[in-house]
């Protein structure tokens, strides 16, 4: 098969705009870094996304599934298949003390939004830079907090587009993984169940939050976040800040002088700059603390040949 014929058979069910052919990844990267995607499709509904899933299954075409780019590294050679981006599933529902969410609404928007609420439970998330299904599927947490903490529930397809809804317990959330990066489910939507709380607490609480992520987080360049998970009993950053690494990397990829624990593209880095400069890190961190550094970030696509 074609990637004019996956076109033409998306389209019977999809936008013809959102249903583009040789899309350059790097427009939807946080890295802003990435080749070109075969297909990059932008569904509306869940029954639209669950039609895609299921013609990638049943036709045999590879699938990745891109949230909002920012805990990802495309590599310069691009994606073949289909791109699936649930950028338009991004609308947020609060009824009572409970919020149900979109896969593909900022997790940071869905923060902000029951925080207006009085709602307490999620303000930890008030500085992730990732969508709903990202943070489903790596149980995103920060300052202290994680998802796993007010999870209620979340509807996910399977590989061959089923749809189930799954309990928290069923989730098997744990530190930067969940049963859905485990069996390679795609996020619909989750549903959090928070707190009412004191307006005044929950402000000052993001506000915190918010200047300790401004002030340490080199938030003024392109990167994919957090690179490394954090290792038992160590912190990442730590030890590649105390292996000198900060301000070296490979052309246009550099580790941040603000915060060791993030590579930034500096200066318009290729995916190959930013991977050789993790894969440096990495030998150097494990020559000087004998220490593997693991991954947080996904590296996909194909090198540029």
Not at 151 to 157: A, E, R, Y
Not at 167 to 182: F, M, P, Q, V
Not at 207 to 226: H, I, V
Request: hydrophobic share 40%.
């Amino acid at each position: 098969m074609s990637i004019q014929k996956w076109f033409q058979d998306l389209i019977t069910q999809l936008d013809p705009q959102n249903v583009k052919i040789d899309e350059a990844l790097h427009l939807h990267t946080m890295t802003r870094m990435g080749g070109i995607a075969d297909l990059f499709v932008t569904p509306e509904t869940e029954e639209q996304v669950a039609f895609v899933v299921q013609y990638a299954y049943e036709n045999k075409i590879p699938l990745l599934l891109l949230g909002n780019g920012s805990n990802m590294v495309v590599r310069d050679g691009g994606v073949r298949g289909i791109v699936l981006c649930l950028e338009k599933l991004n609308k947020i529902k609060i009824v009572g003390n409970r919020v149900i969410a979109e896969s593909g609404s900022d997790i940071i928007d869905v923060s902000r939004a029951v925080a207006k609420e009085t709602l307490s439970g999620l303000e930890f998330a008030c500085g992730i830079p990732g969508s709903v299904g990202g943070a489903m599927a790596m149980n995103a947490g920060a300052y202290g907090g994680e998802v796993q903490d007010v999870i209620l529930q979340c509807t996910v397809l399977t590989q061959s587009g089923e749809k189930l809804i799954l309990s928290k317990e069923e989730l098997e959330l744990g530190y930067r993984k969940s049963i859905i990066t485990k069996k390679g489910y795609y996020v619909l939507s989750a549903e959090f169940e928070l707190q009412k709380g004191k307006q005044e607490e929950i402000d000052a609480k993001v506000a915190d939050l918010t200047f300790q992520r401004e002030s340490k987080q080199p938030l003024e360049y392109p990167s994919a976040g957090s690179v490394f998970k954090r290792p038992p009993g160590y912190f990442a950053g730590k030890l590649i800040q105390d292996s000198g690494l900060q301000g070296k990397g490979f052309g246009g990829a550099e580790v941040s002088t603000k915060h060791a624990g993030f590579i930034i593209n500096k200066n318009n880095a290729t995916a190959t700059d930013y991977i050789s400069t993790i894969e440096m890190v990495k030998k150097t961190v494990k020559e000087n603390f004998d220490i593997d550094l693991e991954l947080e970030v996904k590296i996909v696509g194909e090198n540029k040949e």
